[in-house]
């Protein structure tokens, strides 16, 4: 067994408390092996974590990885629009190679900030996955199903694409990737697909994810069409089972609330696309009171502009407030919570928590600056004032993907390089 300990830092544990320990990990099965005091001697190699804090690596619950090229390019408008004069057209030039230099600038910005694990809906799954694997991070994977604007022939096969993709990725890198079936969303895939492809994703064992409720936009059209809310629509398509989850969540109802709470479907909060898009406020702290498990994401970072959870931690406690027009909504404890073991539950990987037996996804926070000076309140902090550039190490799975701010993993600037250079030739495709 080879062994990692960090040592003297202060721990966030699964209750969200704090405590002064050293972590013990075994590096061969990527598990935390103890939490406690002096574990320094056990280990083969070690991390100084003084003055620091040792979290839960952060958990991205719903990201397209691979916009990270698109970054900037279309700001401004709102979502149907966006995506129909903007990303949609330039997505159809994507190639393999575009996917895999965006997948890997995203992973790279996700491995500096902290996160260690995402659920992910894209195109070109398979060389996302390779890029995952090769950079070390947890991941669940699906390719996004549309039928809107294809044939019937097509749109078929872009499901079948779906299902082959979820049987292909699953359990990939020794376990770390899990795959699930991913309409795009109750608007852009049609009923009679959902009908036929739900059922042999259920037979698959994958969970289903999809954007709901996201714009009124998405609501209406399914409360005129089909007589009743949309995820009361999901539910008759078989879409809303315990560990399937629905990104944003925005326009729900309390029926809703209470269909996804008796369900046990989970919920990924992503405040900082949906305020940038004006799609509005998700009732977080009355999902949260229903029992619903929630989770937090960044959505692309064509939407965010970035894929740092810790901005989007505080984004998710900011906005909860307003929501709930009070300013004890979605507290910070509720908020580390979501950042961590509710993204974690959420989209069904065994991470988030700091405990013996639990994955090792770690990432150790340098407390020695000015905007986390005094500390009356670490879990505070992490909600409230902690950034990206705060994170010095990153583990995942037991291995160091980044040390004292060094990726280990990918090769930081041609990672950048490369993608700034397909970046550009894909607009032009776009463009011409």
Partial sequence: MTTLAITGGQVLLPDITVTRADVLIDQDDGEIVAIGADLAGAADETIDAEDSLVTPGFVNGHCHVAMTLLRGYADDKPLDAWLQEDIWPVEAELTADSVRAGTELGVLEMIKSGTTAFADMYFFVPTIADAVADAGLRARLGHGVISVAKDDEAAREDAR??????????????????????????????????????????????????????????????????????????AEKGMLEDGDFVAHGVHVDESEIGLLAEAGTSVIHCPASNMKLASGMAPVQRMLDAGVTVGIGTDGAASNNDLSMLDEARDAAMLGKLAA??????????????????????????SGRLEEGAPADIAVLDLESAHLTPRHDLVSHLAYAAAAADVRHTICDGQVLMRDREVLTLEEDAVRARASEEAEALIARAEE
Wanted: proline letters at 5%; aromatic letters at 4%.
């Fill in 325 to 350: 027009n009070d300013a004890s909504a979605v507290a910070a404890e509720s908020v580390v919570e979501m950042l961590t073991q509710g993204s974690a539950d959420a989209i069904g990987l065994e």
């Fill in 161 to 234: 694409e779906g299902l082959a993709v979820a049987e292909e990725i699953d359990g990939m890198a020794d376990g770390r990737i899990r795959s699930a079936f991913m309409p795009h969303s109750l608007t852009t895939v049609d009923g009679q697909y959902l009908e036929e492809f739900v059922p042999q994703a259920r037979e698959l064992g994958v969970p289903i994810h999809y954007h709901a409720n996201e714009t009124k936009d998405e609501v209406t059209p399914i409360v005129e069409e089909e007589g009743v809310r949309p995820l009361a629509y999901a």
